[in-house]
Structure formats: C-alpha cells, structure tokens
C-alpha cells in the first residue's frame, strides 16, 4: 500500500448513497483515502445525510461539517451539484479544487469553466470526450488525469449463479442513473427496444429483471413481457440482484457508458456481462467478443446460456480482469501523487 509523505487532508463534498454510479463510487473512494491515511471532512448539504451513510462514512473516520470550507484547502466534488455551484466561492478563497465528472458529456453546469485545478476521469473514453472542451477553458494537459474508480471487491463475492439445461437463463440489467435536476430517470441509458432485444434470445426458457424501473422508463421502452421482473429502484441491493442473473446484459443502442460502476460490481460477483463495444464499456471489459449488433448480443448470450463451461471460462477473465482494475495500490498511489502536486 503506498504511503504519505507528509499528513493530508481533504474536503468532499456530498455523500455516498445507493443510487447514483458517481455517489457509489465516492463510497469506495472514501473507503480508499482513510486506508492512505488520508483525513477527510464530508461538506454536508441540505437535506442532510441519511442516517445510514452518515453512521457508515463516520465509521471509517471521516468527520462531517456543514461550517465553510477553509480558505487554501483541498476540495474534491464526484459529479456533485454544490461543489460546482460553490467552485467560484472555492476558488476564489485559495482552495485547490479537483472534480471528478460522471458523464462524457458537460452537465449544464459544467458548460462553463468550473475552475478546478485537476480533473479526474474514470476511462480513456470520458477523457476523450471532455478534454478538448476543458483544453478551450485552460485546463493544462497534465491537469486532465486518469483514475479509475476505486472499487472494494470485497463488497461483492464472487458467487455465481448455477445454470443447468432446460432450466431459466435470467438476463438482468441494473441502472442507478439519475440525471439532474428532479431525479429524472436518465432514459437514454435503455434502448428503447429493450424487450425486443432480450426477445431475439432464443434460449428458452429465457427470463429478464430489471431494476432501476419506473414509470418513465415504461414509456419509453414498453410495458414488460409476461418473462421479464421489473423493480423499482433500490427494491434490492446489487448483492442481490446480482445474485439472482445469470448474464449481465445493458442492451445494443444506448449512450456511451463512461466507466459503469454496475460493470465492476458484476464481474466481481460472478455474473457474465455482455456489453456492446462502445465507450467505457470495452475499455472495462478488455478482451470480449465484439458486440455491435442485436443479433451479435443474441448469440453471445445464447452460447453463455447453452454452454456452462464458456460462461466458467469468461468468469474467470473478467474477475482477472476487475482485480486489475481494482487495485488499490495504483489507484491509491495515483490519488496521493495528485493530492501531494496540489500541496
């Protein structure tokens, strides 16, 4: 585990939460930091905190404060709405500011220079997309930086799901996304053929879940089938949602992932993923067969669904592969060089 060289503290704003891949990737961040030795105060907002998370960033020694943030000081936002609404108050009182953005495109309230003095992204893919616009604002090559998001792999066992002829192969997808303002469901995450996809599956007997479901989202991609399960979000933890699929599969058309959190939380629970080849989710998933089409996906999970040992053998490359992902030794030494350089 890397090392300090000196004593470093910092100021975050929000706080993690089950709903939301940037507040769930701030849980585990957080988790991270205090392992570093790194001091942490949670900038609380209105409303405040829930109970639950409260106890749980309190546990792991981080304080909570709803006084200003000290002039000079080191402030850190995951996609946060009062970190970029405060950025020019920030700023303007010496703090160093570091924003993680969620998406690969601008909020609307990052269309202006937020004034931060390093930028963190979670994929290749995201950097590519926001950096030129943040290179028109100033922000120095260098100051543009990579990290993947932290992830605990002990959160999610690898435990998966049995499969055997002639019973149920259960297809899932899982979304938290939220966009702003209002918690509107961010519908360009499913393809509004969803159904028609999973029904291209020629498996049979063949059944779906979803979570994250909602009103908006049946009208945008249709009343469910009589095969398909349909949760509100949060009915279940991901633990065990993901403990009840077979096959993790998002659909063919939908925006361009950053770095999805779900993806992480799959191929450390031992759930197959079968993702198109766009975005965030190829650089996640490495060396996968190459999905671009409805049918293309069709076969993938046919061949997982008839052939157990296949699905075994991509298991076991993709819990290799989020254990590359996840280490915590280069994602820590990567945040305390970026800390350390803002002292």
């Given at each position: 585990?890397?090392?300090?060289?000196?004593?470093?503290?910092?100021y975050c704003y929000g706080m993690p939460s089950d709903v939301g891949g940037a507040n769930t990737e701030l849980w585990h961040t957080l988790k991270l930091w205090r392992s570093l030795g790194i001091g942490v105060t949670m900038v609380t907002q209105i409303p405040p905190p829930s109970y639950k998370w409260q106890r749980r960033v309190e546990g792991i020694?981080?304080?909570?404060?709803?006084?200003?943030?000290?002039?000079?000081?080191?402030?850190?936002?995951?996609?946060?709405?009062?970190?970029?609404?405060?950025?020019?108050?920030?700023?303007?009182?010496?703090?160093?500011?570091?924003?993680?953005?969620?998406?690969?495109?601008?909020?609307?309230?990052?269309?202006?220079?937020?004034?931060?003095?390093?930028?963190?992204?979670?994929?290749?893919?995201?950097?590519?997309?926001?950096?030129?616009?943040?290179?028109?604002?100033?922000?120095?090559?260098?100051?543009?930086?990579?990290?993947?998001?932290?992830?605990?792999?002990?959160?999610?066992?690898?435990?998966?799901?049995?499969?055997?002829?002639?019973?149920?192969?259960?297809?899932?997808?899982?979304?938290?996304?939220?966009?702003?303002?209002?918690?509107?469901?961010?519908?360009?995450?499913?393809?509004?053929?969803?159904?028609?996809?999973?029904?291209?599956?020629?498996?049979?007997?063949?059944?779906?879940?979803?979570?994250?479901?909602?009103?908006?989202?049946?009208?945008?991609c249709g009343k469910p089938p009589e095969w398909a399960e349909v949760l509100p979000q949060g009915a279940e933890s991901s633990q065990e949602f993901l403990a009840k699929i077979h096959c993790l599969v998002p659909g063919v058309g939908c925006c361009a992932e950053n770095w999805p959190r779900i993806g992480l939380e799959a191929m450390a629970a031992g759930?197959?993923?079968?993702?198109?080849?766009?975005?965030?989710?190829?650089?996640?998933?490495?060396?996968?067969?190459?999905?671009?089409?409805?049918?293309?996906?069709?076969?993938?999970?046919?061949?997982?669904?008839?052939?157990?040992?296949?699905?075994?053998?991509?298991?076991?490359?993709?819990?290799?592969?989020?254990?590359?992902?996840?280490?915590?030794?280069?994602?820590?030494?990567?945040?305390?060089?970026?800390?350390?350089?803002?002292?």
């Amino acid at each position: 585990m890397p090392s300090l060289a000196q004593p470093l503290s910092v100021y975050c704003y929000g706080m993690p939460s089950d709903v939301g891949g940037a507040n769930t990737e701030l849980w585990h961040t957080l988790k991270l930091w205090r392992s570093l030795g790194i001091g942490v105060t949670m900038v609380t907002q209105i409303p405040p905190p829930s109970y639950k998370w409260q106890r749980r960033v309190e546990g792991i020694g981080c304080k909570l404060s709803a006084t200003l943030v000290p002039g000079g000081s080191i402030v850190v936002g995951f996609c946060n709405s009062a970190f970029r609404h405060d950025a020019p108050m920030l700023h303007a009182a010496g703090c160093k500011l570091v924003y993680a953005p969620c998406m690969c495109y601008p909020l609307p309230e990052e269309r202006r220079s937020l004034l931060a003095d390093r930028y963190v992204f979670q994929s290749e893919f995201q950097r590519s997309k926001l950096m030129p616009r943040l290179r028109r604002h100033g922000l120095a090559e260098e100051h543009g930086v990579l990290i993947r998001g932290a992830f605990d792999m002990a959160e999610f066992p690898f435990r998966p799901l049995p499969h055997t002829p002639a019973e149920s192969f259960i297809v899932g997808r899982l979304s938290r996304a939220y966009g702003e303002p209002g918690h509107v469901p961010a519908l360009d995450k499913y393809p509004r053929d969803l159904w028609t996809q999973y029904g291209a599956i020629t498996y049979d007997p063949l059944r779906a879940r979803v979570m994250g479901w909602s009103m908006e989202i049946e009208r945008h991609c249709g009343k469910p089938p009589e095969w398909a399960e349909v949760l509100p979000q949060g009915a279940e933890s991901s633990q065990e949602f993901l403990a009840k699929i077979h096959c993790l599969v998002p659909g063919v058309g939908c925006c361009a992932e950053n770095w999805p959190r779900i993806g992480l939380e799959a191929m450390a629970a031992g759930v197959p993923i079968v993702a198109e080849e766009k975005g965030g989710w190829m650089e996640m998933l490495g060396e996968v067969p190459p999905i671009s089409t409805v049918t293309e996906q069709s076969d993938e999970v046919n061949r997982l669904a008839c052939d157990e040992r296949a699905r075994g053998y991509m298991l076991a490359c993709q819990l290799e592969r989020v254990g590359m992902l996840a280490d915590a030794d280069v994602i820590g030494e990567q945040w305390i060089e970026l800390f350390e350089g803002l002292q």
